[in-house]
C-alpha cells in the first residue's frame, strides 16, 4: 500500500474559494497603474446600475464599483461577473452556416454568410410574400439598435413579423399604463421610495430579481416606511415585510379588487383625487364591491384578515407607493392585474408626488428602452401606434419611403412561433433572444423554429437557439460597442464601448446596415456607429409621448442619465411622471379600468391540482445564455431545483417530476417551508431537459399577448434520478471552458433559493 | 533569560568547530574573518529568536510534537520514506509554492538554491574548513580539503574546477535572477504591495541583489579589469554580507528557519491518520483527533476558553452564531 | 470596536453572494473569495447571513495567538491580517480556533486565507468590497456616526459570549433598539441548535481514505 503523504483534510467549505472558474476574461491580473476605468453599466437587469470596467492593454479584466446615482457602488453578483463575458473564451467569433439541419454548422466569411442571408430573405419573400420572412429582436440590445431592428423589418425586409422578447416581459405593464396614463413607464424614479410611508411590491422577487433595487426598500423602511409583498413565495424581502401575502398563483386581480373593496367601504379613497383626476370610477368601484374580502380570501387561499391589513396600511399611509414585476405581469390577466394595482394607487389619491405612486420594475436591461423605438409587432419609433394613419405618416417621412410600403401591424412572438409552425412565416431573423430556454411549450416552440427554411440567429456565446439555426453571426457584447439603455424608472444611461470588438466579431449595427445594402434599402441604412443611429432617433421620437429629442450622448455623458419625455436640449428630464395629476392622455385624466378575475388558463383538476409557478434566481439572467457560462455564477447556482413544501413528503434533495399537459421535467427538490403548499416554483434559465418552459402553458394575455409564466396546472411525482444540466452549446469542434462548469454536474439543490452557501460541498 | 543562553551557548559550539575545523586556526584565512565573525553573531541569532519562537503555545507544542513524530521508532518502521520525502517536496522543491503560482515558485527556487549553493561553499570557507592546495604552486592540479583532509583531486581547468572557482558567480546569477522577479513583483502587483512594509519586504530582497551583485563585481574586476577597484568592492561585499547575517534572524529571512516546521506538522498529523475528529454538530471531519486535540491545549495555554469550539467545524460555528443571533436578538428587518 | 469598520446586519441580508463575487474581485486577494455566506434556516426560509473576518480585539486575534509560525499580523488600526505567505504553514490552527469560522485554507498551497478588510483598499481609505457592493447595506462600512446618519437611532454591539467567554471584536452587529447592553450569543452551548433540515449534501464519510490525499 502506498501512503499518501499530504494529510488532505479540512473543515466543510474552508477549503472553496468560489475563484470563478479561473477568471476566463484575461485572466486575474492586478498590476498597479496599468489600467483605465471606463465608466459605463450593467448589461443585465432594468436597475442599469453603474460600473467602472478595468482595461488594460485594450482588454476588459475587471470590474470597479461606481458611485452613480442609480446604485450608488452597490453590485449585484451578476453585475460583478458580467465583465467575464467579454474576453470569454467561449464567444463566438466567426459566422456559422450550413445549408440544412442535419450537417454541422461550419465558419464561413462575413461576405459570405451576409450574402446567403440577402439570398434566403429574398427567395423567400419572393415565393410566399414579404410577410413570410419574420424578424425577432431583443430588450437586451442599446436603444438605438432596438430601433433599428424595427426600421430594418420596416424599410429593408418590409415585413409585417417583427417582434421582440419583451413580449415576454414588460407588455403587460406596458399595456395597463397606456390605458390608464397613456404613457408607458413607471411614474416615479427609485429615489421616491426613500420618501414614502408604505411600499407595496407585488410579484416581484426584488431580493433576487433586482437586488440593487433592495436599497431603496431598505432606505425607505430605515425611515419608518411600512412593507407589504404579494408573493407566493417568501422571498428574502417578503422574509422581514410587516405583511406578507402569500397568494394563490393566478388570483392577484381579485386580490387587488378586494383590497379596493376594503378601502372604499372603509371610506379610505381620496374622493377629491378621484372626482378631480379620474374617469371610470364607478365602474371601478362596482367590479371591486364584487370581491367581498372573505370570498376572495378563499379564492386566494388567505386570511381574509389580511385583506383588511393591507387595505389599511395602504390607504391609510401618508405617501404609499406600489411596486410590481413579472409576478402580475406573467398572466392572462396580465394587463388587468397590473391595472388593479393602478386603480388602488389612483383610489387612494397615490399619484404624481414624492413618495407617492406606482412603478414597474422592468426586467431586462433596456425592457424600457427596447420597447419604445419600434421593435414591437405594433409600434413604431416614439412609442407611435402602427395602426394609427398619423402615425404612420410622420414614420414614413422621417424613414423618407412611401406611406403605402409601411408595413401593418404584425402578431406577438409566440403567435409567430404558431404561424412558423404553419408555414406562414418560413424564415427568421433573430437578434438578441434565446427562444428554446425563454418562450413557454418549449416542444411547440421548437417545432416552429424546425419548420423554418431559413434561420438566422445573432448573438455572441451560442445560445440553444442558435445552436439550431441556420446561419449564426458572431456579434459585439455590451461592453464592445456605445449606445444607451433607458432603466426601469426611464431614465437613459450611456453604456461605453471599453474595448474594440473580438477579432471577426461585428456590431448588430454594422450586421444590419450590410444586410439592408444587401436588399437594396443601403441608403436608409447608413450608420457608421450608434451615435449616428441615436442622433436619427432623437428626431424620429421628437414631439412623441417617448421624446428624446433634448437627450445627447454629450448630455449623457454630463449628467450621468436623464429620464424621458426630454423634449429639447434645456430640458432637465421628467424623473417623476403626473405631478399635479395630469396624465398623458388628451383630457390628462387617469383612464380607470374596471377588472374582473377570472381564474387562470391552465384548469385545476384531479390529474393536474397544483399551481406550477416559473422565476428567476439572483445568479443567472433570463435564458441564461451568458450567465451560466461565467464560472462564480455556476458555482453559486449550477443548476435547476423544484421548490416544494415539506407537507408532500419529500426530502431534500429527492428527485421530483413536475408534470404538467405539456411535459415533465426532473429536478432535485428543494423543501423548503417558504413556498405554498399548493404551489411549487422552477427557475427557468436552464434549457431543455431541465427547462421550467417545458412545463409551462402558452397561454397568451389577450391585449398584451404576454404567456402565462406565472401560473400552470401541475402535479409532482417522486422520480428515479435528477436529470443532469447539459452543456452550454459550443460550435462543433468546441468545448465550453471547462473550469467554468465545474459544479454543473451537481445533482443537489442549492442551499436555499438564492444559491449554494459558500460552505456547502 | 534561557534564550540567550541557549544563543551563547550555540555561538561558543560555533567558535569551537571553527576552531577544530581549521585545524586550530590554522587554515583559518584572517581576511575572511569578518564574514566568520558574522556568522557566530549569526548563531547566536538565530538560536536566541529560535527559542522566543518557539516559547510561545502554538509553536512550542507543535515543535514538541513535530519532533516526536520524526523521532518516533515506531513511525519510521511504519513508515521509513515518509521524513525524506516530506523534506525533500516541502524543503528542497517547495511543491506548496507551485500551488500558489509558478512563476513565483520558479523564482523562489532560483533564489533557493543559489542562497544554498553560496552558503555551502562559502560558509566552510571562512570558518577554514575547506582549504585548496596546490602541489605544483599555481595548478592547475588541486587537492580540496575538508578539515584537513585533503577529499578531491581536480584539474582548475576542466568543468569541475572551473565549478568550483566559480560556484559563486553561479549563486550570484540565480539570485539575482530570482530577486528581481520578486522585487518588480513587489513594485506593482497590488496584492503583493498591499501592507508591504519597507524593513521587512524590501530590504531582504535588495540584501540579497547587492550582495550578489558586489559579488559578481569582484569576479569581473579580477578577471578583466585585473583586481582595478577590488579592495573597494570587496569591503562593500563585505560589508553588505555582514549587515545581512546579523539581519537574518530578525525579518523575513527568518522563514528559513521556520519552513522546516511545516514538515514536523505534516509529520505530526500523517503519522495520527485514521483518527479524525469529526465535528460535534455535523458529524463532518476537521482534522485529525492528535492534532484538535494539541489544538484545544494550545488554546488553554493562551487561556482561550472557547478551546471546546475547536470541535465544531467552522460552518456550523456560523450557522449556530447566525441561528442564535436570528432567533434571541433580531429575527426580522 | 474600530473607528471606521465593518457593521453587519444579517436582518437587511436578502442571500444574494454579491460580497462573494466581490471578494474575489478585490486585488490583494488575487482572484479568491474568502467572505462565507450562509443560509441560516434551511428548509424554513431564505434568511442568510454574511461572515467577514471580526477582527477581535479582545482576546486579540485567537487565531493569531494560536498560529504555530506568527505568520498572522495585527496591525496597529486593529486590522488583523491574512497569513504572511513566507511563514504560514498550513497547519490549520486558525482555522479551527476562530471562534467565529472565519479563516480558509489552501491545503496544497500549504497557505491560509482570511479577510484582511481589503487592506489595499481601506488603508487608502476605501471600503472594503464587500461592503462596497452589498445591495442592502447588510454589510456596512463606515463610522458609527456614518451609520446613525443613514439608518436613524440604530444600535450596534461588539461583543459575543461564547459560554462564558467574552469576545470583543472590531467588527459590529446591529442588534434591536433598547436591547440592553449585553453581548451577542456566540451560539456555543445547547441553546442555539441548528435547525432545519439536515446539511443537505456531500457528506464526507470520516475515513483514512477520504483524509489522506493524492500520493505524492
Known amino acids: 500500500m502506498t501512503i499518501p503523504l499530504d494529510p488532505n483534510i479540512t473543515p466543510p467549505g474552508t477549503g472553496r474559494f468560489r475563484d470563478a472558474g479561473g477568471l476566463p476574461a484575461d485572466k486575474w491580473r492586478a498590476i498597479r497603474g496599468e489600467e483605465t476605468l471606463v465608466p459605463t453599466h450593467c448589461c443585465f437587469c432594468g436597475v442599469q446600475c453603474g460600473m467602472y470596467l478595468r482595461v488594460h ?111 415576454l416581459c414588460m407588455v403587460s405593464a406596458a399595456g395597463a399604463n397606456k390605458l390608464s396614463f397613456g404613457i408607458d413607464r413607471a411614474a416615479n424614479p427609485f429615489a421616491d421610495c426613500l420618501l414614502t410611508d408604505c411600499l407595496l411590491i407585488a410579484g416581484s422577487n426584488v431580493g433576487e430579481c433586482f437586488p440593487v433595487m433592495t436599497q431603496y426598500l431598505w432606505g425607505a423602511r430605515d425611515r419608518g416606511a411600512k412593507m407589504i409583498v404579494v408573493d407566493p413565495r417568501e422571498t428574502s424581502i417578503a422574509r422581514t415585510a410587516d405583511i406578507h401575502v402569500a397568494l394563490r398563483p393566478g388570483t392577484d386581480a381579485a386580490f387587488f379588487n378586494a383590497v379596493l373593496h376594503v378601502i372604499v367601504t372603509e371610506g379610505l379613497t381620496d374622493e377629491a383625487f378621484i372626482a378631480e383626476h379620474t374617469t371610470g370610477w364607478d365602474e371601478v368601484r362596482a367590479a371591486a364591491a364584487e370581491c367581498p374580502p372573505e370570498r376572495t380570501a378563499e379564492i386566494c ?98 424613414w423618407g419611403i412611401d406611406v403605402e410600403d409601411l408595413p401593418q401591424a404584425g402578431t406577438s ?42 434561420h438566422a440567429q445573432c448573438d455572441f456565446f451560442l445560445s440553444e437557439t442558435a445552436a439550431n439555426a441556420h446561419l449564426v453571426l458572431p456579434v459585439t457584447s455590451w461592453a464592445e460597442d456605445d449606445g444607451v439603455m433607458a432603466n426601469a424608472e426611464a431614465r437613459v444611461v450611456r453604456h461605453r464601448k471599453a474595448q474594440e470588438p473580438l477579432p471577426g466579431v461585428r456590431t448588430d449595427t454594422w450586421v444590419l446596415c450590410e444586410l439592408a445594402r444587401r436588399l437594396g434599402a443601403g441608403d436608409k441604412f447608413e450608420f457608421a456607429n450608434s451615435e449616428q443611429v441615436f442622433e436619427e432617433l432623437r428626431i424620429a421620437s421628437r414631439g412623441t409621448v417617448n421624446d428624446y429629442y433634448g437627450i445627447t450622448y454629450a448630455r449623457l ?115 423548503t417551508e417558504a413556498i405554498r403548499p399548493d404551489t411549487v416554483f422552477v427557475p427557468y434559465h436552464w434549457p431543455y431537459p431541465v427547462a421550467a418552459n417545458e412545463l409551462t402553458i402558452d397561454a397568451l394575455d389577450p391585449r398584451s399577448k404576454i404567456p402565462e409564466y406565472k401560473v400552470c396546472a401541475c402535479r409532482i411525482e417522486p422520480a428515479d434520478a435528477v436529470t443532469v444540466v447539459p452543456a452550454p452549446p459550443m460550435p462543433p469542434g468546441r468545448e465550453p471552458y471547462a473550469d467554468t462548469q465545474r459544479s454543473r454536474g451537481e445533482l443537489q439543490p442549492p442551499t436555499s433559493s438564492q444559491g449554494r452557501g459558500t460552505s456547502q460541498p | 533569560m534561557r534564550p540567550v543562553i541557549v544563543g551563547i551557548v550555540t555561538a561558543l559550539v560555533l567558535c569551537a568547530a571553527i576552531f577544530l575545523g581549521s585545524r586550530g586556526l590554522h587554515n583559518f584565512d584572517s581576511a575572511l574573518a569578518p564574514y566568520a565573525i558574522a556568522s557566530v553573531f549569526l548563531a ?44 525533500a517536496t516541502y524543503l528542497g522543491f517547495q511543491k506548496f ?237 | 470596536m474600530m473607528g471606521r469598520t465593518i457593521v453587519i446586519d444579517p436582518g437587511r441580508c436578502i442571500g444574494c453572494q454579491a460580497c462573494v463575487s466581490a471578494c474575489r474581485e478585490c486585488d490583494s486577494h488575487r482572484g479568491k473569495s474568502m467572505i462565507h455566506l450562509d443560509y441560516l434556516d434551511q428548509g424554513g426560509s431564505v434568511a442568510s447571513s454574511p461572515t467577514v473576518c471580526m477582527h477581535c480585539e479582545d482576546p ?87 451609520l446613525r446618519a443613514e439608518r436613524p437611532g440604530v444600535e450596534v454591539a461588539s461583543t459575543f459570549d461564547f459560554d462564558g467567554s467574552i469576545i470583543s471584536t472590531g467588527v459590529a452587529m446591529v442588534v434591536p433598539k433598547g436591547r440592553p447592553d449585553q453581548p451577542l450569543p456566540g451560539g456555543a452551548g445547547e441553546h442555539a441548535r441548528v435547525t432545519g433540515s439536515p446539511q443537505p449534501a456531500g457528506h464526507l464519510e470520516p475515513s483514512a481514505d477520504n483524509v489522506l490525499g493524492e500520493p505524492l
Open chain 1, 301 to 398: 387561499g388567505i386570511p381574509a384578515e389580511q385583506v383588511f391589513q393591507v387595505a389599511r396600511m395602504f390607504a391609510t399611509a401618508g405617501k404609499a407607493m406600489a411596486w410590481h414585476a413579472r409576478g402580475i405581469e406573467h398572466h392572462t390577466q396580465g394587463v388587468e392585474n397590473c391595472l388593479t394595482v393602478i386603480n388602488l394607487c389612483v383610489a387612494t389619491g397615490n399619484l404624481g408626488k414624492p413618495g407617492a405612486g406606482y412603478g414597474t420594475i422592468t426586467g431586462q436591461g433596456n425592457g424600457q428602452g427596447g420597447r419604445e423605438h419600434g421593435q414591437k409587432s405594433d409600434m413604431l419609433p416614439g412609442g407611435r401606434n402602427i395602426s394609427d394613419p398619423v402615425h404612420r405618416m410622420q414614420v414614413a417621412n422621417i
Open chain 1, 413 to 454: 412572438m409566440m403567435e409567430m412561433v404558431h404561424q412558423m409552425r404553419r408555414g406562414e412565416i418560413r424564415g427568421l431573423f433573430g437578434m438578441c433572444n434565446n427562444p428554446f430556454v425563454s418562450l413557454p411549450n418549449y416542444h411547440v416552440v421548437k417545432e416552429g423554429y424546425d419548420a423554418l427554411e431559413f
Open chain 1, 557 to 671: 455623458d454630463e449628467t450621468g442619465g436623464i429620464a424621458w419625455p426630454c423634449p429639447d436640449l434645456d430640458h432637465p428630464g421628467t424623473p417623476r411622471l403626473f405631478e399635479g395629476g395630469r396624465t398623458y392622455h388628451a383630457d390628462g385624466k387617469v383612464h380607470l379600468q374596471a377588472v374582473r378575475w377570472h381564474p387562470p388558463a391552465d384548469p385545476y383538476d384531479d390529474t393536474f391540482p397544483m399551481s406550477l409557478t416559473t422565476g428567476r434566481t439572483v445568479a443567472h439572467f433570463l435564458s441564461g445564455n451568458q450567465t451560466r457560462r461565467l464560472g462564480g455564477l455556476v458555482e453559486q447556482t449550477p443548476r435547476p431545483w423544484v421548490e416544494v413544501h415539506p407537507s408532500h413528503g419529500f426530502a431534500n434533495g429527492d428527485a421530483v417530476t413536475v408534470v404538467t399537459r405539456r411535459g415533465a421535467a426532473t429536478f432535485p427538490a428543494l423543501v
Open chain 3, 60 to 146: 486579540v486575534a485567537p487565531c493569531a495567538q494560536v498560529c504555530p509560525a506568527e505568520a498572522i499580523l495585527v496591525t496597529p488600526d486593529g486590522v488583523v491580517h491574512d497569513a504572511d505567505k513566507s511563514r504560514c504553514i498550513g497547519c490549520g490552527n486558525c482555522v479551527n480556533a476562530c471562534p467565529m469560522g472565519v479563516p480558509k485554507i489552501d491545503l496544497e498551497a500549504k497557505l491560509q486565507f482570511k479577510c484582511n478588510l481589503c487592506y489595499d483598499r481601506t488603508s487608502y481609505g476605501l471600503a472594503p468590497m464587500c461592503a462596497t457592493v452589498c445591495p442592502t447595506g447588510s454589510i456596512f462600512y463606515g463610522t458609527l456616526e456614518e
Open chain 2, 97 to 333: 509554492l507551485g500551488a500558489r503560482s509558478r512563476s513565483r515558485w520558479a523564482a523562489h527556487q532560483l533564489i533557493f538554491w543559489g542562497c544554498l549553493l553560496a552558503a555551502a561553499i562559502t560558509f566552510p570557507l571562512t570558518w577554514g574548513w575547506f582549504t585548496f592546495t596546490a602541489n605544483t604552486g599555481a595548478g592547475p592540479q588541486y587537492t580540496m580539503n575538508i578539515w584537513g583532509f585533503g577529499v578531491v583531486k581536480f584539474d582548475a581547468l576542466s568543468v569541475l574546477g572551473w565549478l568550483l572557482f566559480h560556484g559563486l558567480d553561479l549563486a550570484a546569477v540565480l539570485v539575482i535572477a530570482g530577486a528581481t522577479y520578486f522585487l518588480i513583483r513587489r513594485m506593482r502587483d497590488r496584492e503583493a504591495s498591499t501592507g508591504q512594509r519597507f524593513g521587512y519586504d524590501l530590504v531582504p530582497l535588495l540584501a540579497l541583489i547587492i550582495i550578489s551583485v558586489t559579488g559578481l563585481l569582484l569576479t569581473f574586476s579580477s578577471v578583466f579589469l585585473h583586481g582595478g577597484g577590488y579592495e573597494f568592492l570587496a569591503v562593500l561585499h563585505m560589508a553588505a554580507v555582514v549587515l545581512t547575517l546579523l539581519y537574518l534572524p530578525f525579518g523575513k529571512f527568518f522563514h528559513i528557519a521556520q519552513r522546516p516546521a511545516a514538515v514536523g506538522m505534516q509529520l505530526f498529523k500523517y503519522t495520527g491518520h485514521g483518527e479524525i475528529r469529526q465535528c460535534r454538530n455535523c458529524g463532518e471531519p476537521i482534522d485529525t483527533t492528535a492534532y484538535v486535540d494539541n489544538l484545544r491545549a494550545t488554546m488553554r495555554d493562551l487561556k482561550l476558553d472557547f478551546d471546546s469550539l475547536a470541535e465544531v467545524c467552522p460552518r456550523c460555528k456560523r450557522l449556530r452564531r447566525g441561528q442564535a443571533y436570528r432567533t434571541t436578538v433580531k429575527p426580522g428587518f
Open chain 1, 57 to 167: 492593454d485594450g482588454k476588459v479584466f475587471g470590474v470597479e464599483p461606481r458611485d452613480h446615482d442609480i446604485n450608488r457602488m452597490r453590485l449585484c453578483p451578476k453585475g460583478l461577473n458580467a465583465y467575464q463575458q467579454v474576453n470569454h473564451p467561449d464567444r463566438l467569433t466567426a459566422p456559422l452556416y450550413r445549408k440544412s439541419r442535419a450537417d454541422d454548422l461550419r465558419p464561413v466569411s462575413w461576405e459570405q454568410a451576409l450574402d446567403v442571408t440577402a439570398e434566403h430573405i429574398q427567395r423567400i419573400q419572393a415565393e410566399h410574400g414579404r410577410d413570410a420572412f419574420g424578424m425577432l429582436g431583443g430588450a437586451s440590445l442599446f436603444t438605438e439598435k432596438t430601433y433599428l431592428v424595427g426600421k430594418f423589418a420596416r424599410v429593408a425586409l418590409r415585413t409585417r413579423h417583427v417582434d421582440y422578447n419583451g413580449r
Open chain 2, 44 to 87: 547566536f541569532g538565530i538560536a536566541y529568536r529560535y527559542m522566543v519562537w518557539i516559547s510561545s503555545p502554538g509553536a512550542r507544542r507543535l515543535f514538541r510534537k513535530g519532533w516526536g513524530a520524526a523521532l518516533s521508532w515506531q513511525n519510521l518502521r511504519r513508515t521509513p520514506t515518509a521524513l525524506p520525502r516530506m523534506i
